[in-house]
């Protein structure tokens, strides 16, 4: 499907808000699961009875992964993005 939207030659008008998630998920792909690990430590989350303890805390956990893939991407990908798009401008690979 991805193939069929991208090869198809059409502009599709994309609210900003799924645009910024798109270029947020792969790093909150990426750091939600040491973010679960630090949730392992937190004396709430080892005490709960039931998985609907555990549910509760996904939206916190959600939020929380989009948020240190948002200041990765600020502090990490997008410099390294311009600077390597630079290098490849001048050595023009």
């Known amino acids: ?6 090869y198809s030659g059409q502009k599709f008008q ?3 808000v ?3 998630l798109a270029k947020l998920t792969f790093n909150a792909y990426i750091l939600h699961m040491p973010l ?7 004396p709430a989350f080892q005490q709960a009875a039931g ?8 939206p916190f956990a959600l939020v929380l992964s989009f948020v240190a893939s948002f200041i990765f991407y600020c502090l990490v990908e997008s410099p390294l993005g311009r600077v390597t798009g630079q290098i490849c401008y001048y050595v023009k690979i």
């Open 36 to 42: 679960v690990y630090l949730f392992n430590w937190v």
């Open 14 to 16: 994309v609210s900003p």
């Open 18 to 20: 799924w645009a910024a």
């Open 51 to 58: 998985p609907y303890e555990l549910l509760a805390a996904l």
């Open 1 to 6: 499907m991805i193939a069929a939207l991208y």
